[in-house]
DNA sequence: CCACACATCTTGACAGCGTCAAAATAAGAC
DNA sequence: GTCTTATTTTGACGCTGTCAAGATGTGTGG
């Protein structure tokens, strides 16, 4: 869209460069989108911004502190998409646990490499998360856990199951079946409808 | 068990170290285990073995390959662990399919590191994985759908489903709930059995 | 038995990485 | 206008994977 120095002028009372660390922000969405993870170095940052390299540590500790700062826009980016679709009112529950679930693999085909930030190894293995990436993805389980709750209540899902176990297996195979698709492993985005119907049949019971 | 020396002195007819190649692989699935992908360096791991920096290469062309000759053997070991849980005759199709999939867990969980080496980003994202490789992970999908297919005709799973997409959703709800577990996201060791259940019930139909 | 060819291993080097310390610079406060 | 403080830069260190060239040991053909 604009360009930084358009932004300097826009915001104007800021230091040196603008505001560095939403630019900052921004490009390394675009990298990370652009060669993944292991392609996002700070130095290769630093200068498409147009700054040294160091510059960037005055506005986040180190990587990986700029890693769970994307993360979050990711989780707020699906937040915001979640919520779209579960305020639906027009639609059976069945319909709406369907569209819930493609459109998480849908997210995650769409945006593979932020997906793998959001919930892959690099951030959660070594409980290298920072508080406030947390504040953010916790609830999103949480959330999880209701919805099955509601929808056991709902005669939607088994009521005979714990809700959390539940909650664990049906967002593990969400996970899973997303995992698949962005490794690349035995999985082709052609497939996603397919088989997210079938899973949805295995999980949803029939309307009475 | 036995070090180096007691190896080259019993094989004998080697040429400097032995026979460096497997006394590398040995050495790396122990950092594997130890430290993850992430801390496996080829300048570490010549160095634990008593090499030069470069020696390895003389053995594997780069790291790509020696992560594929690891879990080309991670293949392997799982294979005979489910070969020899499908063989059983003495208990109910059911049953079996339980401890399949529990196993399948646990393998993951008591070798996080082989797994995440096995079926992560790594080697299969962008394609890296090797001929040999490929020659034994491949066919463990497809034997994985033959199973389901298997499973669907003995009337343990829904005859309804495409046998594909019944595959893919079954090992991706494996592969979802290994990745939780093992990226320590939102799941538990503690909870494994639970959850194995709880998926179990959901696939497989109540006998007759 | 010796020389040659080859497999194997080592040393040196290069570019890239994350990050720390110290110096330089610019902005705002008094 | 000076002083404090926020911001940025330059220099450096140790780590990484990997290539090129040299050294060394092994087995083979004469």
Redesign the interface.
Known sequence: MQNTTSKKATIKGSYHHGDLRSSLLEAAKAMLSES?IEGLSLRKLADRVGVSRTAPYHHFKDKNELLCAIAQEGFDHWHSNAERILAQTDISNREKYHQFFQSYIGYAAENPEMY?LM???TI??Q?SATKDLRAIAYPS?QRQVEMTKKWQEQGLM?P???TL??A??T??????????L??????DRS?IE??C???V???IREPD
């Open positions: 993944g793998d919930f892959g190894r959660w293995k409980n389980f088994s005979q199951e714990d176990r539940l664990q297996v967002w593990g195979t969400m996970h899973g079946i997303a995992r698949l962005i490794d690349g492993i035995y999985a497939h397919e088989m119907t079938c899973a049949n295995l999980f």
